[in-house]
């Protein structure tokens, strides 16, 4: 059985900064890629940030900059530096253990709250 537990998130000011966990248990962590996505209210949920196990990453537009991830495959975690956050950046944050072909996800966590408000 594969979990995934996100930590991290919280109430910022505009232009702070969280960074997020993701603890995954199971053996199959490092071979897979692994994912950030978001979905703020009334919205569709959408990708924000990807890792391969090979060290490749991906980022959307809106994050560009900003946003950094990052795993430790010793500790089974993959993480999410977001810096000079904006009140369009509010959302449940979730992450993913990815397809390795398809990219899609295939376990889900649970989410983490980032509101970022003055």
């Known amino acids: 059985q594969v979990q995934l537990v996100e930590s991290g998130g919280g109430l910022v000011q505009p232009g702070g900064s969280l960074r997020l966990s993701c603890a995954a248990s199971?053996?199959?962590?490092?071979?897979?890629?692994m994912g950030w996505y978001r979905q703020a209210p009334g919205k569709q949920r959408e990708l924000v940030a990807t890792f391969t196990s090979s060290g490749n990453t991906y980022f959307a537009d809106s994050i560009k900059g900003r946003f950094t991830i990052s795993r430790d495959n010793e500790y089974n975690t993959v993480y999410l530096q977001m810096n000079s956050l904006k009140p369009e950046d509010t959302a449940l944050y979730y992450c993913?253990?990815?397809?390795?072909?398809?990219?899609?996800?295939?376990?889900w966590g649970l989410g983490t709250q980032v509101t970022v408000s003055s």
């Open positions: 993913a253990i990815l397809n390795i072909m398809s990219q899609t996800p295939r376990y």
């Open positions: 199971g053996s199959i962590f490092s071979r897979y890629p």
